[in-house]
């Protein structure tokens, strides 16, 4: 099992940016995509954005193309979400979410991710 740690997550004004880490720890291997997640009270957990850490593919979600952008630095194992042109609708518990697997039917879909961090909240106000 991989353990995973979020962190940057906290509050900004719209329009503000944060950066996000998802670092890595444990015995059993590097994963080899790494993805991630918010979710908002009430609402569904919703895939944002994901990385092929192996085949270097990057995924978005719709309600994040073009303001949000995901990369990694191996050395580190850690992946990071950068989050720019934050609106209020943004607002959620991030987490990240690791597979070992080679190749995802869904790189947005949580359900094709093992293990999970503990979350960060964002929070995006007017």
């Known amino acids: 099992q991989v353990q995973l740690a979020e962190s940057g997550g906290g509050s900004v004004q719209v329009g503000g940016s944060l950066r996000l880490s998802c670092a890595a720890s444990?015995?059993?291997?590097?994963?080899?995509?790494v993805g991630w997640f918010r979710q908002a009270p009430g609402k569904e957990r919703e895939g944002v954005a994901a990385?092929?850490?192996?085949?270097?593919?990057?995924y978005y979600g719709d309600s994040v193309k073009g303001r949000f952008i995901v990369s990694h630095d191996n050395t580190k194992k850690t992946v990071f979400l950068q989050m720019n042109d934050l609106k209020p609708e943004d607002t959620a518990m991030y987490y990240c979410a690791a597979a070992r697997a080679y190749f995802l039917r869904n790189y947005l879909g949580p359900s094709e991710y093992p293990d999970w961090g503990q979350g960060t909240q964002v929070t995006v106000s007017a």
């Open positions: 444990g015995d059993t291997g590097r994963p080899k995509q």
């Open positions: 990385i092929d850490l192996s085949g270097g593919g990057k």
